[in-house]
């Protein structure tokens, strides 16, 4: 039996085969404009977030974490964010002994600030005065007056025990390759004691190991906090010595600038501290010595080569400037003897606090041609909250005088203090390697905090 099919049934087969051909199509294109449509939320959500989380964060890096007021003073704020701070007077027990919610202020507008005698208090951020922001310390302190001084300065500074540098090889007596001291001790650890008698110098280090007859050593190895022994096993070299094979220090010299001299003879320069310039690490130290020094040569900084100020130094008694009694991140600090206060010709000037620090015109005073004088500079950015203690100031040589003798900023500069509108706000800390008329500064608080 033959089937025939008319022309009729044909177009209304082909259209139903069209129709389900055009209902996947159209299926399809819903699914992909789902998908397009779940990315596009997707996108959107993580570029909202990440907005978020850069607002949050700009907001967070102009808030200071520790702000200084003046005693006795008013003090004008204006961070000008969207938050609200409630103030704490906190107490020794760590509890604040101001009723909660008593004193708010509103950080999107100024904000003045009475303030007593000197003390600690505390403000609680809050973004949108809902979300916790941060805490900020608020710390009263007496005003001051200081005398910036800008002269160079000769450094000498004995280690707390002996600075081990490193650990390395050497050949034994039967040629062979050893090193004792390796994954025993390491690179910034100090070496307090051998044997239990102290250690102050590596001459004693080494010269009582090399007379020890190859007996086992007993280090007392401090390591950042903490403290204990070793035990190393010395070996004879080639040249019949013992050794334990660890590269050591006791001292560290440089030139630097003396930054100023405070009401009670107290000095600060330097505005970071002395590293070890194998380690990289701040040197622990046992004592130190400020001398007169005279810069006899300049190196002139140029796109990535940091210039440098050598001074001559002669260690000798009658060019001690004082003592140095502490280095830390912030700086090297000491008391001055008469030849040092003789040094301070300039005129005392308060202090500006980092809230007071605006972008534009400023000095900085140091020495390169054997005069002290002023040389203007620019202040590009000012940092409240910086991570980096001594990067908190931004700033560009313009003076051309100074860009002629030296470049810009170079190495023997840092601790030049830095004027703005009559405030001692400053010091000189960084030069930047691509651009040596650009560098940092530490702010002045931030040096007296110590």
Not at 216 to 242: A, H, M, N, W
Not at 372 to 378: A, F, K, L, Q
Not at 410 to 427: H, L, R, T, Y
């Amino acid at each position: 039996m033959k089937l025939w099919i008319t022309e009729t049934e044909k177009v209304k087969r082909q259209a139903g085969e069209d129709a389900v051909v055009i209902l996947q199509h159209w299926k399809q294109k819903v699914r992909r404009l789902r998908i397009y449509r779940a990315c596009l939320c997707v996108m959107l959500l993580l570029a909202g977030a990440g907005l978020m989380g850069y607002g949050y964060y700009l907001v967070d890096s102009s808030i200071p974490s520790i702000l200084h007021v003046r005693a006795g003073s008013e003090e004008a704020l204006e961070l000008d964010i969207p938050a609200k701070g409630e103030i704490l007077n906190v107490s020794r027990q760590g509890q604040s002994n101001i009723p909660e919610g008593a004193v708010s202020v509103d950080l999107s507008r100024p904000v003045t600030m009475k303030t007593g005698s000197p003390d600690t208090l505390q403000m609680q951020v809050k973004l949108f005065g809902i979300l916790p922001l941060k805490q900020v310390g608020i710390r009263v302190i007496e005003d001051q007056e200081l005398i910036p001084v800008g002269v160079p300065i000769g450094i000498y500074v004995k280690t707390e025990g002996v600075l081990v540098v490193g650990t390395g090889e050497f050949r034994s007596a039967g040629g062979e390759k050893v090193s004792p001291a390796k994954n025993i001790v390491k690179s910034g650890d100090y070496v307090l004691k051998l044997n239990g008698e102290e250690i102050t110098e590596k001459d004693d280090l080494i010269s009582r190991i090399e007379n020890g007859d190859g007996a086992e050593q007993i280090l007392t190895i401090r390591r950042g906090e903490e403290c204990f022994d070793v035990k190393i096993c010395p070996v004879r070299d080639q040249s019949g010595k013992y050794k334990i094979g660890v590269w050591v220090r006791d001292n560290a010299q440089g030139v630097g600038t003396m930054t100023y001299i405070d009401s009670r003879g107290n000095f600060g320069a330097l505005g970071h501290g002395i590293n070890d310039v194998d380690t990289s690490t701040l040197m622990e130290m046992n004592d130190g010595t400020l001398y007169q020094t005279e810069i006899i040569s300049i190196q002139k900084g140029t796109a990535g080569h940091p210039g440098e100020m050598t001074g001559m130094i002669v260690y000798n008694d009658e060019r001690i400037l004082g003592d140095i009694t502490s280095n830390s991140v912030r700086g090297i600090f000491g008391k001055c003897n008469n030849k040092a206060l003789a040094l301070g010709t300039e005129e005392a000037l308060p202090i500006g606090l980092k809230q007071e620090i605006e972008k534009g015109p400023a000095q900085i005073l140091c020495t390169v041609d054997g005069t002290t004088r002023y040389y203007n500079i620019e202040i590009t950015d000012v940092h409240l909250d910086h991570d980096n203690v001594n990067r908190g100031i931004e700033l560009k040589v313009t003076d051309p005088e100074l860009i002629a003798l030296t470049g810009g900023i170079v190495q023997g500069m840092s601790g030049a203090p830095i004027i703005q509108n009559g405030k001692f706000i400053g010091a000189v800390t960084h030069v930047l390697v691509q651009d040596s008329t650009r560098g940092y500064g530490i702010f002045i608080e931030n040096m007296l905090e110590r």
